[in-house]
């Protein structure tokens, strides 16, 4: 059994990276990819090692030696390599081919060592390794039938979304017999790279094979082992997240502030959404009006204004939509001036943004504070930023409380800055909110503060509003909006969203219903105190463990994100914020933290 290799290409797409180098020279957390290849491969019953080199030939050549860790390397040159694709490489090497049954390995990937273990271990001769086709991935996708023969390679031109679910990715790790190599491969490749010339891929030569009905070509699909192709730089990065060590894996993925739909096995149990909005009918709304919404411009701030309005029923003169509650707390200290008092823990996005903040940690269990506190702090400042409920404590003061605060704060001329981003969640949340024009009207010293997307279900599109009766200061904010900040996919959500408030309301409800059942499996856990909650997610005290090994433990070995919350607004002890998902995902949680007890 033997190897080849093509690294003959520039890996111009990697910049930087590759201009002084090989592609197959690229490290991936500290080693290069060829060293991670070959490392898995000697340890198997492997006879030499075929290795195309062009771009960058000597270092590699020099880098490697003529064997690796006593396995024999073959070099092959192609010297092309800037005109040629790595069909030509493949084709220099046909000779060697034809000598023995061989495992073809792509330069640019990196995989466990489970991977090579799969294919070079399966009894069938002929194998691709393939993976389910992801929306993320490029290059060659298969389709396969039930005795797992590869049956057809997509192009470009065939390839259908609506097919998706029936795609592979082929992984660029091949094993040929040596049969199949001289009867069939290499006089293909021959007489493929002689008719339309060597600008190509190896794998067409593979489709001509399989649209022949050969069918001497089998798929492997992998079951979740890990594999990564580095193309470019975003590729790169990946890779290094997903082949960290695992003290750092957790570290780098809570760094990343989002993108995890990239990772296919992780479950988000950090960043806060809704599970159960927005409905199937809302999203194929959306899918129906894509591909008009790309191509064309939002509108502006007043029309933008306008939707905004009629999703909350107050007027546009006291509303601003936008990207983000995030945009909307940055552009609110532009406007609100003085020193204004914080509960923590809390969202740190408010203690970054508010430069002049006295932050006051509740020493009690829990961190609860409520309508007094809230009062006392306001006295001994101009305003007070309050998240109700807040996060990640969960701590929730009733609306009838809230009225009182806002009564109190407006004979002394202060300000309320209150964050209802997860308000729906409570139970009669609806009933409790301030965002509306009565309440908007008699305090004009209240802003309130709403991310859409945590609470509809929609990060993704990074929609916000701010709402106060104060028109000046509205105006102000508004001044400091862009013309287009909010894109045209997120307007049209704006524009339908009515229609569906009686889904929304019974997803929230259903949300309730799951924290109350994840609350209830939480206590269970021996080292875990949960606090209650009106939030889609609990904060826990983390007893007799460390919270950030907890956090890691979780994301390496169960592919489970958490927020570690130690040291979190100068909080000290151990903790941990889990959001609430659907009951699946709810269950892994339960069952992952009970492994680890």
């Given amino acids: 059994m033997q190897i080849l290799i093509p690294a003959?290409?520039?890996?111009?797409?990697?910049?930087?990276?590759?201009?002084?180098?090989?592609?197959?020279?690229?490290?991936?957390?500290?080693?290069?990819?060829?060293?991670r290849c070959l490392d898995i491969a000697v340890k198997h019953p492997i006879d030499r090692i075929i290795l195309v080199v062009g771009y960058q030939k000597e270092k590699l050549k020099n880098f490697l030696g003529e064997s690796y860790k006593g396995v024999d390397i073959i070099y092959v040159e192609n010297n092309d390599y800037a005109t040629t694709n790595n069909i030509y490489s493949v084709f220099l090497a046909k000779d060697h081919l034809c000598e023995d049954d061989t495992i073809l390995i792509e330069s640019d990937l990196i995989f466990e060592p489970r991977v090579f273990e799969m294919i070079i271990n399966n009894p069938t001769e002929d194998l691709a390794l393939v993976d389910k086709y992801k929306t993320w991935m490029d290059g060659t996708v298969v389709k396969i039938s039930d005795d797992f023969s590869i049956s057809h390679f997509?192009?470009?031109?065939?390839?259908?979304?609506?097919?998706?679910?029936?795609?592979?990715?082929?992984?660029?790790?091949?094993k040929f017999s040596k049969q199949f190599l001289n009867n069939f491969y290499v006089p293909f490749l021959e007489a493929y790279a002689k008719a339309l010339g060597n600008n190509e891929y190896y794998e067409q030569v593979l489709k001509v094979i399989v649209n022949l009905d050969e069918k001497h070509l089998k798929a492997l699909p992998l079951n979740g082992e890990k594999w990564y192709e580095v193309d470019d730089a975003q590729d790169l990065d990946t890779a290094n997240l997903i082949f960290a060590a695992p003290e750092e894996r957790y570290k780098l993925l809570s760094q990343r502030y989002g993108g995890f739909w990239r990772f296919n096995h992780l479950k988000d149990f950090c960043y806060l959404v809704n599970p159960f909005f927005p409905p199937e009918s809302l999203s194929n709304e959306l899918k129906y009006s894509l591909n008009r919404l790309v191509q064309s411009y939002p509108s502006g701030e007043k029309v933008q204004a306008m939707l905004a309005a009629k999703m909350f029923d107050i007027p546009t003169t006291h509303i601003v939509l936008g990207n983000g509650a995030a945009e909307l707390i940055e552009i609110i200290t532009k406007s609100l001036k003085g020193r204004f008092g914080l509960y923590g823990p809390t969202f740190e996005?408010?203690?970054?943004?508010?430069?002049?903040?006295?932050?006051?940690?509740?020493?009690?269990?829990?961190?609860?504070?409520?309508?007094?506190?809230?009062?006392?702090?306001?006295?001994?400042?101009?305003?007070?930023?309050?998240?109700?409920?807040?996060?990640?404590?969960?701590?929730?003061?009733?609306?009838?409380?809230?009225?009182?605060?806002?009564?109190?704060?407006?004979?002394?001329?202060k300000y309320l800055v209150l964050d209802e981003s997860f308000l729906d969640f409570a139970e009669n949340g609806f009933d409790s909110s301030v965002l509306n024009t009565s309440d908007l009207e008699r305090f004009p010293n209240l802003v309130v503060i709403?991310?859409?997307g945590k609470s509809y279900g929609v990060g993704g599109l990074r929609l916000g509003v701010l709402a106060s009766s104060n028109i000046d200061l509205v105006k102000?904010?508004?001044?400091?909006?862009?013309?287009?900040?909010?894109?045209?996919?997120?307007?049209?959500?704006?524009?339908i969203i009515g229609k569906y408030e009686s889904e929304y309301q019974a997803g929230c409800i259903k949300l309730i219903q799951a924290r109350n059942q994840l609350m209830k499996d939480l206590q269970e856990i021996d080292y875990l105190k949960p606090y209650e909650s009106q939030a889609n997610y609990i904060f826990c005290k983390v007893v007799g463990k460390d919270a950030g090994l907890l956090a890691s433990d979780l994301c390496n070995k169960y592919s489970i994100l958490i927020k570690d919350c130690s040291g979190k607004g100068s909080v000290d002890g151990d903790y941990i914020r889990v959001a609430v998902r659907d009951t699946r995902d709810n269950e892994a949680l339960i069952s992952s933290l009970k492994a680890l007890s």
């Fill in 476 to 495: 102000s904010v508004k001044s400091h909006i862009p013309v287009w900040n909010i894109n045209s996919i997120a307007e049209f959500y704006m524009q």
């Fill in 349 to 413: 996005e408010y203690t970054a943004r508010f430069k002049d903040i006295d932050l006051r940690v509740p020493k009690n269990e829990g961190f609860r504070y409520g309508k007094d506190d809230v009062i006392s702090l306001a006295n001994e400042n101009d305003g007070v930023i309050l998240i109700n409920p807040d996060n990640p404590s969960g701590n929730f003061i009733p609306y009838q409380e809230i009225i009182d605060i806002l009564e109190d704060l407006h004979t002394k001329g």
């Fill in 154 to 174: 997509i192009s470009k031109a065939d390839f259908n979304y609506i097919d998706i679910d029936e795609y592979y990715k082929t992984v660029n790790i091949y």
């Fill in 8 to 35: 003959a290409g520039m890996g111009k797409r990697l910049g930087t990276e590759t201009a002084h180098k090989t592609k197959a020279m690229v490290e991936v957390d500290g080693k290069t990819l060829i060293e």
């Fill in 450 to 452: 709403k991310s859409i």
